[in-house]
């Protein structure tokens, strides 16, 4: 087993070609992911995607973003609880496959592999990784 780097003096079409072509060759594959490839997915903690999931609790708290909120000092337990039921609904259940997730499963299908993520909203098992 080796490990692969991607060329640095390469564009970056050039190392997209080079990365893809390191991928088809590969008999094993680690996928590192994080909270990019969610974001990349439209799965953002802010803008419209809060304010329409999380009205009552912006107007009640003045929260301004669903990470930020997760450390606000809610009065009781059944407050912080509700905050983080809906945060857990919204971002784990209510959610459509993410496309960039689709599409690195469709780019590694075959190969054997292996993901390790901190994410934490489940689209990998999702997708069907």
């Given at each position: 087993?080796?490990?692969?780097?991607?060329?640095?003096?390469?564009?970056?079409?050039?190392?997209?070609?080079?990365?893809?072509?390191?991928?088809?060759?590969?008999?094993?594959?680690?996928?590192?992911?994080?909270?990019?490839?969610?974001?990349?997915?439209?799965?953002?903690?802010?803008?419209?995607?809060?304010?329409?999931?999380?009205?009552?609790?912006?107007?009640?708290?003045?929260?301004?973003?669903?990470?930020?909120?997760?450390?606000?000092?809610?009065?009781?337990?059944?407050?912080?609880?509700?905050?983080?039921?809906?945060?857990?609904?919204?971002?784990?259940?209510?959610?459509?496959?993410?496309?960039?997730?689709?599409?690195?499963?469709?780019?590694?299908?075959g190969k054997d592999y292996f993901v390790l993520t901190t994410n934490v909203d489940h689209q990998f098992q999702l997708c069907g990784f």
């Open positions: 087993m080796r490990a692969c780097n991607i060329k640095q003096n390469l564009t970056f079409d050039e190392k997209i070609e080079h990365l893809k072509q390191l991928i088809e060759s590969a008999e094993h594959i680690v996928i590192g992911a994080g909270s990019g490839l969610s974001t990349a997915a439209g799965f953002t903690y802010s803008g419209k995607r809060f304010e329409e999931n999380f009205e009552s609790f912006i107007q009640q708290y003045g929260l301004k973003d669903m990470y930020s909120a997760g450390f606000y000092p809610f009065p009781t337990q059944e407050e912080k609880w509700a905050y983080w039921s809906r945060h857990i609904y919204v971002n784990r259940y209510d959610v459509e496959k993410g496309k960039p997730y689709l599409d690195l499963l469709e780019l590694i299908s």
